[in-house]
DNA sequence: GCAACCAGTTGCAAAAAGCAACTGGTTTTG
DNA sequence: CAAAACCAGTTGCTTTTTGCAACTGGTTGC
């Protein structure tokens, strides 16, 4: 945890805080499902992360104040995870990762479509998104809610999704027939 | 290796792939340090890498198709490992950690000078500097090689760590008189 | 009062990382 | 021409991390 850094250098000291298999994983499901809950973060992860693991990646992004944790009103036992602006300010990175992937790896046809907006929306895109995150995660209202018919990017990233995995059963349904 | 991916989610497919804590810095040196052999990559490393674990990912990264291995025509016994297209294709995302890293993260101040020039330049210069990678490891000639008074993102960037590293001795020398 | 839900914890086996010494060969040097 | 330095790794071993499954102690809704 506070071990000493292998080196000072920007890239080296990143992965020494998320460059593992999982902590990146949890910060997408923070932003891009909003998943603010551990059992959401446990049970909704498409990768199916065990309890102790997410327990440990969630206490050492609350050490390295990538994410804060409070408690829920509504539920006594309950909690909530919220990115800070240091875990916002992940989402470039993610982003080019997800470009990345999208571009030379066999990704699967219903999660590419938010890599596509993604990708096609660039850093405009990114950071009209990272002002949502401001919002819901940090209460910072968000200017551009006042345009007029403005859709946030949220919104449009999970109607993409939504609307390719109906496609994609009502072509199963079709072949089925 | 050939293992099942957890999920075809982009972002998860490229930490399947790059996201331990020594592919990311063994491209980075190969990008940013010019590292082309086994023994430079081994012991110009700032973090100081083993010798097996070294071995091991650069067989991962060939399997990926992210670098090539060739003979050095030099030395019987010398290979040279060049980025691809694909390991090329990651500067983006190494680009976004750098400037996170910047940012957020107490990098040292001679290393901080490259993150600095990065995050300045933005994608414009990390296309630029993806075009001499492309010279230097594809043999595809750079176009911008033939503006007058050209001087390369490499160049420029190696000539600004230098310049740090001179500056911080000239400071320790005087402090020690 | 009982079942479902809440955030984790515990114990153990398997996989990965890290360290130091070593291999078999090639090129340089005195 | 022999010794030293260099080349890309490999081997054996210990330590650390990961992954799985079951479990804990408490809260809420029915």
Same sequence: chains 1, 2.
Avoid at 6 to 28: A, F, H, Q, Y
Avoid at 74 to 101: D, F, N
Wanted: hydrophobic share 40%; with cysteine; charged share 25%.
């Amino acid at each position: 945890m506070t071990d000493d850094p292998r080196s000072g250098c920007p890239i080296n000291l990143t992965l020494e805080v998320v460059g593992d298999k999982w902590s990146l994983l949890i910060i997408r499901d923070m932003m891009f499902g909003n998943r603010r809950h551990f059992r959401e973060l446990l049970l909704h992860s498409k990768e199916g992360i065990s309890s102790n693991i997410l327990a440990d990646r969630l206490k050492t992004l609350l050490d390295q104040g990538i994410i804060t944790r409070s408690d829920d009103p509504s539920h006594k036992q309950k909690v909530t995870y919220s990115l800070t602006e240091k875990g916002i300010g992940l989402l470039p990175a993610l982003a080019q990762m997800s470009c990345w992937g999208l571009k030379f790896l066999p990704v699967s046809e219903e999660l590419s479509i938010r890599a596509e907006l993604l990708a096609e929306g660039g850093p405009a895109l990114w950071e009209e998104f990272m002002d949502e995150l401001r919002e819901s995660h940090l209460g910072q209202p968000n200017p551009r809610r006042a345009n007029p018919g403005w859709l946030s990017v949220g919104t449009r990233l999970r109607a993409a999704y939504d609307s390719v995995v109906a496609r994609k059963a009502a072509e199963a349904l079709a072949d089925a027939s």
